[in-house]
């Protein structure tokens, strides 16, 4: 066993470090150099047939379903279709609206989860076309979708996802920009400059997981915590969700994710000194409401440490720590972002002796409902 984790401590921190080459692979040949676009020559429909759905409904468990939340803002904005994310075992006992321009996306790692399969299996039966992304050839998700777009992360051990998650959500860009070719709702130029970004990414996550100190001193910091909140608008919230999720299944630290500025409805109620708080604040569209959000816990004591994007002078003024992200698009920012979220997780749990790779109560795909 510890062969296979080659080098490293735990299955869960060789899987962070194998995130560039995931990403990487997942691109691979996707991505037409030349021309700057993406190609998808695994879809055997036709983009005739793949332009006329105008709803798409995400369904999955865990991480992958936050991967899909990171989907919907990016198809919605690129290609202009409305798009619904749902927890697989709500959806499955749902009565879904479906008509025959809905196309059904499951996301699973494993192919295995039997609430994503159970909820596949329901829209097939209802005639509706399922697009798979996973991880898993061969997989009772691979083999009963009706198209599959796998993420080449390779095995993933450790019970927390990390590389398969940052490659989910690389497919979910390939796939959005894809559509948005065929459906001409973006032009060739904005294509081709997502495009290049997304070809830097994997050296930008190489170079965060170089620096990571920060991170992991303010993860040391958390060993008498009992409680961590994350905030963050849009994007950053659809990652918040991820960093909060993956901090309690291998911290046992309690853990809320909320969107920035709906903490005075509630939660502001427990801020008090020193409760740490993380604000992702990386979309420059509202940046400032955000910043607002962060003054206010601020106010009521709260340590915060704020993400904000390479060249952002002014967070520093409102925070008692910034870590900064690479520059990158906005729309790219949470495969970044979610990079030091996955390691403060794993610096927490490190930090109070606890077994990585194997929390407590959890198995690594969930075959039963
Ligand atoms: C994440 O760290 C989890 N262990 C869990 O949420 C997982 O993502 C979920 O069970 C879904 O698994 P799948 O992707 O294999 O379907």
Redesign the pocket.
Known sequence: VQAEKGGYDSFMLKEIHEQPQAVRDTMGARIDENNKRVILPELKMSDVELATYDRIYIV???????AGLVGKDVIEKWTRVPVEVAV?SEFRYRDPIYTDKTLMIV???????AD?LAALREAKKSNVKVLAI???VGSS?AREADEVIFTWAGPEV?????K??TS?VVALYLFSLYLAQVKGTMAAVEIAEVVEHLSEIPGKIASMLENDDQIRRFAEGTKEVSSLFFIGRSLDYAVSLEGS??LK??SYIHSEAYPAGELKHGTLALIEDNVPVVALATQPDIYEKTVSNIVEVKARGAHVLGFATEGNHDLAKSVDEVIYMPATLPMLTPILTVIPLQLLAYYASVARGLDVDKPRN?????TVE
């Open positions: 999955a468990c865990g991480t992958s379903m936050h697989a996301i699973s790692q494993s192919g295995e989860t994503t996973t991880n898993v998700v450790a019970v927390a996802s990390t398969a998650y989910q999720l993956k299944e291998i959890l198995a690594k795909s969930v």
